[in-house]
């Protein structure tokens, strides 16, 4: 049957299919405030008049290709072009900054190629299995796996100044998250009679925003982004840093695995990732200065979310995220219905959908690694020039997801207020954490209590939930270990001073 699945995937039609969708995706990507779930979800009416494994190969391109666009604006300009890539702009900037935006976009794509395989990899093989475990995870597991996304909160912080900001920036996060309605109520919560706030602040308008927005007010005083230009023109030559490979490997596994869970995002595979890898680091105090080893876990992460989300969807008709739900709406358009009937009766159409999805994380890592020299020179554009057309398309972008003239002013009053934040020594990192999880953590832990009739111990009598606040706990030891020696460090030092 994979055979029969290749053949049909070696046409002159069906190779186009997967070039055209993956540049797309890239393309889209690239564009703050558009994104995969949208492109995929506009290409669902022009599979009508083609073939469903063409139209399927079209949009599975479309998700490859925008999963790791979305890491150039954020590397070049910090302006990430999905939500996914705000992980990589903490690290993927600094470097921009001191002419290394070359390597940092090939460190990207080879660590994007290595996740997006490794995960279509593992659907291709092991699809109905990870689906059951994929299953076991309830309410109780989703809280605490929001838990864990926030204990990289304590990650980001080096001290006690920091880490108390951290938490406050953490905890904004979580009040902007609880605005619009109650999962469990239904009550109005902070909406101020605005009908656009019942489903709460829109994420993206807030992220472009914090990022792309605050960016541009924060570069009117320079002329030019990158300081030293020397290192541009050694992009070609320069090697990819070594140690580089448990990272990549590191979040190519927790990319699928988060991916694996219905209604997990790329966005908490890349934080996850980036959060392990930190803690992981032989050299975390480089972390938000460029770091690759940031960038390497964040990418493979959010591109490892790619087969991983796909796994329930075909197998369970449970879309993994937002963008496998619009690509669930295609194969119910074109009558297939998942389930075992999709790896047996269609076996073909979906073997040859899998497997183009191999062909399009080669697409882009061909087009990413030729293009990096050039893609690193939108860097050394004026500012004068950079800053309109970032805020043009920015603006485009807040309006465009919603259709809502509310989602410009939040894209504004959160592009001021990260200038201030980022100013005051707050982190936007933090902000954003509690954006994204806040929704999460918070219907989880109300659906536990509901099905523990009030109990709290559903927390802690399953295995799934016992290993994640094993996780947890060990996530919180070292940073607040650190955080003790150099407050006793602090202390004897002020000692010595005082006997003196």
Request: proline share 6%.
């Amino acid at each position: 049957m994979i055979l029969d699945a290749l053949q049909a995937l070696m046409t002159p039609v069906s190779l186009f299919a997967v070039f055209i969708g993956t540049i797309s995706g890239v393309l889209v990507g690239g564009m703050p405030g558009l994104t995969a779930t949208m492109a995929v979800a506009l290409l669902i009416p022009v599979t009508f008049v083609l073939e469903p494994l063409t139209g399927l190969i079209l949009m599975g391109g479309v998700y490859c290709g925008a999963m790791y666009g979305g890491s150039i604006p954020a590397i070049l300009l910090r302006t990430p072009g999905t939500p996914a890539a705000v992980a990589t702009a903490m690290e993927g900037y600094p470097m921009s900054q001191k002419g290394r935006g070359g390597l940092a976009l090939k460190v990207s794509v080879i660590s994007s190629f290595v996740g997006g395989v490794f995960s279509v990899f593992i659907l291709l093989l092991v699809a109905p299995i990870l689906a059951i475990f994929a299953l076991s995870f309830g309410p109780p597991e989703y809280f605490l796996l929001a838990i864990l996304g926030l204990v990289g909160i304590v990650s980001m912080a080096d001290d006690e100044n920091r880490l108390v900001k951290a938490l406050i920036s953490g905890l904004l996060g979580l009040i902007i998250a609880v605005i619009g309605t109650d999962p469990i109520s239904g009550m109005l919560r902070y909406t101020m009679d605005l009908t656009d706030l019942y489903d709460g602040v829109a994420f993206m308008p807030a992220l472009i925003g914090m990022f792309s927005i605050s960016q541009m007010l924060e570069l009117t005083g320079t002329k030019n982004i990158v300081s030293d230009t020397s290192t541009l023109k050694k992009i070609k030559r320069e090697p990819m840093p070594k140690g580089l490979k448990k990272f990549i490997g590191l979040g190519s596994l927790t990319g699928t695995v988060v991916g694996i869970l219905p209604g997990e995002g790329a966005t908490i595979a890349a934080f996850l990732s980036y959060n392990f890898a930190r803690r992981l680091s032989k050299t975390p105090e480089l972390f938000g200065k460029g770091n690759p080893e940031g960038i390497a876990a964040a990418e493979a992460g959010n591109n490892g979310c790619v087969g991983g989300s796909l796994i329930p969807t075909l197998t369970l008709g449970i879309p993994g995220n937002s963008v496998a739900a619009a690509l669930l709406g295609g194969l119910l358009v074109h009558g297939l219905i998942p389930g075992p009937e999709l790896f047996t009766k269609y076996g073909v159409m979906t073997y040859g959908f899998i497997l183009s999805l191999f062909l399009a994380n080669i697409v882009f890592l061909v087009v990413g690694l030729f293009m990096a020299p050039y893609f690193a020179r939108i860097s050394l554009t004026p500012t004068g020039l950079l800053i309109p057309v970032v805020c043009l398309f920015s603006i485009l972008g807040s309006y465009a997801m919603n259709n809502s003239i509310l989602d410009i002013f939040i894209a504004l009053i959160c592009g001021i207020s990260a200038v201030i934040l980022h100013k005051t020594g707050f982190s936007l990192g933090a902000l954003i954490l509690g954006l994204i999880l806040g929704p999460i953590a918070e219907s989880g832990f109300a659906q536990a209590l509901i099905m523990g009739h009030g109990s709290y111990s559903i927390f802690f009598n399953r295995p799934q939930a016992i290993a994640l606040w094993f996780i947890i706990v060990l996530l919180l030891i070292p940073p607040f270990m650190q955080i003790i020696k150099q407050h006793r460090k602090k202390e004897s030092i002020s000692q010595i001073e005082t006997e003196k």
